[in-house]
Structures are given as C-alpha cells and as structure tokens.
C-alpha cells in the first residue's frame, strides 16, 4: 500500500462521498491536520470504525465532536456488535467546556440495548456545589471533588489534547458509568506505522496503565490527523476481546471556510 504523506493523506485515503470536501481537504491538509483550526477550539468531526475480532468484522462504531455554544461541545460515541447469539448496542455522549487547552465534564450518558438487560446511566458534574450524581443513586456520589474530573469518554479528548503539547504521561481522575471514582493513568509506548482501512497511518500508541496484568488496553492516535483516535485494542489475559479500526473521518463545517470555499462545497 502506497506511503501517506502529509499533505496526500485525505485524498490517498478518500473515505466520504462529499469528492469536492475531500478534494479541499486535500489542498487544506497542512494547514487543518496538524493542528485545530482555531486557536482554542477543537476540531469538529465524523469518524466511522470497524469493529473486529481475530481479525474478523463484528461490527461497527461512530463518533462524532461538535461544539454546542460558546466553549461547550458534545462528544458522542456509537456502537453495533453482532457476534453469534450476541448482540450490543451503546450510545455515549459527554457533554463537557473547553478552556484554556482543559476539558471539564459537564454530564455523561451511556445507554446499552441488546442481549440481556438494557441499561441506562447518567453522571452530572456540579463544579459551583463540586458534587457528582448518578441517575442510579439518590444522593450524590461519595468522590472526592477533583476539578480535573473526566468521564467515560471525555477523558480521550482531554488525552488528545496532551499529546499535541507532547505529554507522554497522563492520569486523571474517573467517573465511570456506574458511578465508581478511580484514577485512569496512561503512558505513550512509540510512534508507528500501522495499517488501517483507511491506509497507512503513522500512530501514537498510548497505553493504559493497570494495577495488574490481566487487562489490556491500547490506543493509537494520529498526529497528522489532529491526533484523532484511529484505532483501539482491549485484552484480557493475553486474549484479545476487540479491536477498532477507523474506516472514514470528515471535518464538520470548518470554522476557517472562506465564502469562496464554501461556494465550491455546495451541492449542485
């Protein structure tokens, strides 16, 4: 498979159907990729995954980042697994502020439908009384209050954001779905090459730290990309449960757009 360049990524690897988006892109590679498109901001965007298992499809994932107003956004994260008799489906999404280069969680939602019991959670974080609550409980959560809380997801957005400043080590205080507050700690292992169905792609590969062996989880992010998740990997004891593969990734509405720009993405 050809080598990827910077500035032929996107078209090499062409994955929407919007020919003249991806033509600009193309064009705009340098300038939109490697870093967001406005001081401050995150970089909006579509992401489509595989899900697989010893090599074999079992499914599929979305995600998607777009901001709300001022310096909200919405991080969301959509998942379809057929594997036999089994079947699950999980939409998550954080609401969180952005400042200053920080993420700071607002509400998490996790709803999981398919084989067995569906399940609903929702997390709220209150920094004016710094408390936690959890749909599952009536009172707020025993945690000690941390202002750089994360949730079950916003904590890879705040992850991005300090491998962009070169950060090798990361650790942040969790609430997971349940309601469970736990330190989540991480460290970059090396930049590599892996292939993708998107191409070829040159890859942080972080790793998250665990009190014992018997779990493994790994993520590869792309600094020529916004280092935009691109793959994931979990095992346990050495077996592995599931892998992620990035198959499609579009920029949404890019700030930076000129009128003339625009004008040539207008469907005819």
């Known amino acids: 498979m050809q080598f990827l360049t910077k500035n032929n990524f996107l078209h090499t690897a062409r994955t929407t159907q919007n020919k003249k988006l991806s033509a600009w892109l193309l064009c705009a590679g340098t300038l939109l ?26 499914g599929k994932a979305e995600r ?10 919405q991080v969301t994260y959509h998942s379809d ?5 089994f079947s699950d489906s999980r939409q998550e999404s954080s609401t969180f502020s952005f400042m200053n280069d920080t ?25 004016l009384t710094k408390t936690v609550t959890s749909n599952t409980s009536d009172y707020p959560l025993k945690c000690q209050w941390h202002d750089n809380f994360q949730d079950g997801i916003s904590y890879q957005v705040q992850v991005r954001e300090g491998l962009k400043k070169g950060k090798t080590s990361f650790s ?27 191409g070829n792609v040159e890859a942080v590969k972080v790793k998250r730290l665990y009190d014992n062996d018997k779990r493994q989880a790994l993520a590869w992010f792309a600094p ?3 280092y ?3 793959r994931m990997w979990k095992g346990e004891k050495g077996v592995e449960q599931f892998e992620v593969q990035m198959k499609s990734f579009t920029v949404i509405n890019p700030p930076a757009l000129s009128a003339e720009v625009k004008s040539e993405l207008t469907p005819e």
Not at 33 to 58: C, F, V, W
Not at 64 to 73: F, G, P, S, T, V
Not at 81 to 85: G, K, L, S
């Open 228 to 230: 935009m998740l691109v």
């Open 81 to 85: 697994i057929e594997w036999m008799i």
């Open 103 to 127: 993420v700071e969680p607002i509400d998490y939602t996790m709803i999981r439908t398919g084989t067995g019991p569906d399940k609903k959670y929702k997390i709220n974080f209150d920094r």
């Open 172 to 198: 942040f205080p969790l609430v997971d779905k349940k309601g469970n507050c736990r330190d989540y700690d991480f460290e970059v292992v090396e930049t590599e090459m892996i292939s993708l169905p998107i």
């Open 64 to 73: 998607e980042l777009k901001k709300l107003d001022n310096n909200n956004y």
């Open 33 to 58: 990729l490697p870093t967001s498109l406005i001081a401050g901001e995150l970089t909006q965007y579509q992401a489509s995954y595989d899900i697989l298992r010893k090599g074999t499809n079992h």
């Open 224 to 226: 020529e990309m916004d």
